[in-house]
């Protein structure tokens, strides 16, 4: 956290030609004078310590069996000094903030005038205005057995409680505080909150949904990835990509837990992909796409004659009809295909050929076949739950994807329009397509979704509407 210009004169690498004990830069100036520039008013004491510790930093070091120990020696008290060097910069701060003598706010001014990064200012002041209001705490952390990051954590997430409330939390904790972990304290403050209010727990829901995130920096040839998710999704994701990973690992590897994390996002980017050996069905489907055909269209293709003529061009462009126009599940425009790639497409076994009813029966092989086929059901009421492959099938040829946004169906989950705990049932018409995002708006009661009453086929079939902000905690009992 301390990210002041010391790192960049500790001792020069072999065979850089630099003099051991000069402790000038580039400037020409001394390392303990470029500490304490624009700086005239600063304590003879202080400044005593920055010219010791220009000195420490000019310090040959050589590692070996006689110096080894002292090395680790050294390591071990500078580490610990910098925790209570830590602590003293935020006692400083508290101090001029409360004077109010800071020409910016503290993380601006941690940010221009030391070069600190602005997640180790903020978290830096966010520790100092806890451990400033309350003693034990910042005897503590003064004495580097708690870190900055430690104190951090509490003060973000006890943010806007009372005094009285943090001061509950510390004196259950503080004793425990020096041996818990920057994780373990984060984990002990939430449930904290938890228990002190429960009711709170729907509200912290929509605070974890609204902080969702995926970010991704490249630098230096690398791509670097930041993410935040809810506990369950993110429980989800760690549960397959650990799962994956362990089936990667390889005896003597020698890759560490995040390698193999990485790995494991790595192989399943790929094999989503090239749609090959992917662990898992696509659309609850064990396919790649569904093509739907009209049974005219089929009956024509399978007897072999010949495509119609256009009857009404200007009519049929109106009416946006093509009886050989094959609608792809996967999400493309319909495509006009000839009448081999129809065959191919009907009975390859990467697709899966639908045969709709158009309303044109021409009593032809398809018509007779489809007389003697075994019929799906698309209703099975309360015997299961999750919805069958038949069921998905149908419910990709009527949603064409997701009823909210339009994502494909192979990028949808089937959604009871009246929960399955309040009864509902697995019907086809009871069920919608939602991608996962707006399947979350959903559950969490941002969307409610309805039929439409009215049966012009030119209208929407679904009612789809927003849930008032202030509302997002009611939970309608017969919606999902």
């Not at 030391?114 to 451990?131: D, E, I, M």
């Not at 057995?145 to 973000?156: K, M």
């Not at 509950?168 to 449930?191: D, Y």
Request: glycine letters at 10%; charged letters at 20%.
């Amino acid at each position: 956290m301390f990210e002041s210009d010391m790192g960049m004169h500790a001792t020069q690498p072999p065979g850089s030609g630099s003099d051991p004990g000069d402790d000038s830069d580039s400037t020409g100036l001394p390392l303990a004078d470029l500490l304490t520039a624009d700086a005239a008013n600063c304590p003879p004491r202080v400044r005593h310590l920055v010219e010791l510790l220009a000195e420490i930093c000019q310090e040959p070091l050589v590692g070996g069996l006689v110096s080894g120990a002292a090395l680790a020696d050294r390591l071990a008290v500078l580490a610990r000094a910098r925790l209570v060097l830590d602590a003293e910069i935020g006692r400083t701060l508290a101090a001029a903030e409360r004077g109010g003598v800071l020409p910016f706010t503290p993380g601006t001014f941690l940010q221009r005038e030391a070069h600190w990064s602005g997640s180790a200012a903020g978290a830096t002041v966010a520790a100092s205005r806890l451990a400033d209001r309350h003693r034990d705490l910042a005897q503590l952390w003064q004495s580097g057995r708690v870190p900055s990051e430690s104190l951090a954590v509490i003060a973000r997430e006890l943010k806007g409680l009372p005094v009285a409330v943090e001061q509950k939390f510390l004196a259950a904790c503080l004793p425990q505080l020096p041996q818990i972990s920057v994780a373990g304290v984060r984990v002990l403050t939430r449930r904290f909150l938890d228990l002190l209010h429960p009711d709170d727990r729907d509200a912290q829901e929509q605070t974890d949904w609204e902080r969702r995130t995926l970010t991704v920096t490249k630098h230096g040839g690398m791509a670097m990835l930041h993410g935040e998710f809810p506990d369950l999704e993110g429980e989800a994701i760690l549960a397959a990509l650990d799962a994956l990973a362990d089936s990667l690992r390889v005896e003597n590897d020698h890759r560490h837990n995040g390698q193999r994390r990485a790995d494991a996002l790595i192989t399943l980017v790929n094999r989503a992909a090239s749609y090959g050996d992917v662990p898992a069905t696509r659309s609850g489907l064990p396919v790649a796409t569904t093509i739907t055909v009209g049974i005219s269209e089929a009956d024509r293709v399978a007897a072999g004659q010949s495509r119609s003529g256009i009857r009404d061009l200007a009519q049929d462009v109106a009416d946006g009809i093509d009886p050989g126009a094959l609608a792809v599940s996967g999400g493309g425009n319909p495509l006009t295909l000839g009448d081999a790639a129809v065959r191919f497409a009907l009975c390859t076994g990467e697709h899966t050929g639908v045969v709709i009813d158009d309303g044109v029966s021409s009593g032809g092989s398809i018509s007779r076949a489809l007389g003697i086929t075994q019929v799906q059901p698309l209703a099975i009421g309360r015997k299961l739950r999750l919805a069958t492959p038949a069921q998905r099938t149908a419910l990709a040829l009527r949603d064409r994807g997701c009823v909210m946004c339009g994502r494909p169906p192979s990028e949808c989950q089937t959604h009871h329009l009246t929960d399955w705990s309040a009864g509902g049932r697995t019907d086809v018409d009871q069920l919608v397509l939602l991608c996962w995002v707006h399947h979350r708006e959903v559950d969490l009661n941002r969307w409610t979704i309805c039929r439409n009453p009215e049966t012009d086929p030119y209208e929407p079939r679904w009612l789809i509407t927003p849930v008032p902000r202030h509302q997002w905690r009611r939970r309608r009992p017969h919606a999902a």
